[in-house]
């Protein structure tokens, strides 16, 4: 079967798009195939039993139609008819937001599977380079970011579409490369004997990493948050310097076998909230100088150009083009989309 032939119908416009986080969850309205979506008041999940409260809230008082549609991108996987979020209580119950906010449509997709859909969208001031030369014009791309967890996506070109992969990326291998990385890694707690990427290259990993930091210069582990260590970092601190420094280096290496695995000639992008806070640590060329250190094909590397995303929120705006146009991707939505004659 083609990609096209798997293609998915138009969406009954208005359409809900909405990226959910364990903090925040975030709107917007597409009115039709053309125009920008409307972006809606931003809804703190805490502030609300479930999702369906939170709608009624970001559609109270807005001088917009009702939605017929809804697609939501959520951190976690998407398994049965209840979707519970990974960091916070809600559970995404597909089939209560039809009956509850008189949708046709609900489709429920990963939270970096939004942000590999923003990605052929983003320009200008949405984005800043760091090395690298152009990128191919429809050439895949890849999208990592550090926040809670690591997420990874991929954005592959092929049969004239765009085909989003989302994978749990974040979880792979982080080994010791340099001497420095050896008199540290010993110090790095393991999860199940191994030290993913994740417990390292997060806002929860920051903290377990400058504690090594820490303890292999002979100092007391007092950092207990990302906040913290990037605080003290621009400060002065040398723990939280050579912290940063580190885990700049690591993204690095990450980022580069990624981008070796799908040969993203497209571009690598840098989001997830973390980002935004080490961008001078990104800037320097330790970073680079890891991404492109993958021999034999360094030349390789150092042609492929690396994005620091700086949009506010890629992955609404991800959505909300698949949401206008879903022909234009192929989005697997077997068992994530509910429609109200289920």
């Known amino acids: 079967m083609s990609l096209t032939e798997t293609r998915q119908r138009p969406f009954a416009f208005p359409v809900l798009v909405g990226d959910v986080g364990g903090t925040n969850a975030r709107f917007a309205l597409v009115l039709d ?41 959520v951190a976690g996987p998407v398994t049965g008819d209840r979707i519970p979020l990974t960091n916070a209580s809600w559970v995404v119950e597909p089939l209560q937001m039809i009956a509850g906010l008189g949708l046709r449509d609900v489709v429920i997709l990963n939270d970096f599977e939004a942000q590999a859909l923003a990605l052929p969208g983003l320009s200008g001031e949405d984005i ?10 429809g050439a895949s791309k890849f999208v990592v970011g550090p926040g809670t967890g690591l997420g990874a996506a991929a954005m592959i070109y092929a049969a004239d579409t765009w085909v989003p992969v989302p994978g749990e990326g974040g979880h792979v291998e982080l080994g010791p490369v340099t001497p420095e990385d050896y008199e540290i890694w010993p110090h790095i707690p393991r999860n199940g004997g191994r030290i993913g990427a994740e417990e390292v290259l997060s806002g929860t990993g920051l903290p377990r990493l400058a504690g090594a930091v820490a303890r292999a210069r002979k100092a007391e582990p007092h950092f207990t948050s990302a906040a913290d260590i990037t605080q003290a970092a621009n400060a002065g601190d040398p723990v939280a310097v050579e912290t940063l420094e580190i885990f700049a280096r690591c993204l690095g290496r990450v980022a580069g076998d990624f981008a070796l695995s799908v040969l993203a000639r497209g571009g690598v992008y840098i989001a997830g909230g973390v980002s935004s806070h080490i961008a001078p640590f990104l800037r320097k060329g330790g ?17 492929i150009p690396v994005f620091l995303i700086h949009h506010p929120n890629p992955a609404v705006d991800g959505l909300a083009a698949y949401a206008r146009t879903p022909d234009r991707f192929a989005v697997g939505t077997k068992g994530r989309h509910w429609s109200a004659q289920d």
Not at 58 to 67: F, K, N, R
């Open 33 to 73: 195939e053309e125009t920008p979506g409307i972006k809606l008041p931003s809804q703190p999940t805490a502030a609300h039993p479930d999702i369906n409260a939170a709608i009624r809230a970001c559609l109270a008082g807005q001088d917009v139609p009702a939605p017929r549609s809804a697609v939501i991108a």
């Open 128 to 137: 800043e380079q760091i090395g690298g030369g152009e990128p191919l014009a």
């Open 287 to 303: 970073f680079r100088a890891a991404f492109e250190a993958k021999a034999p094909h360094a030349k390789l590397m150092a042609s």
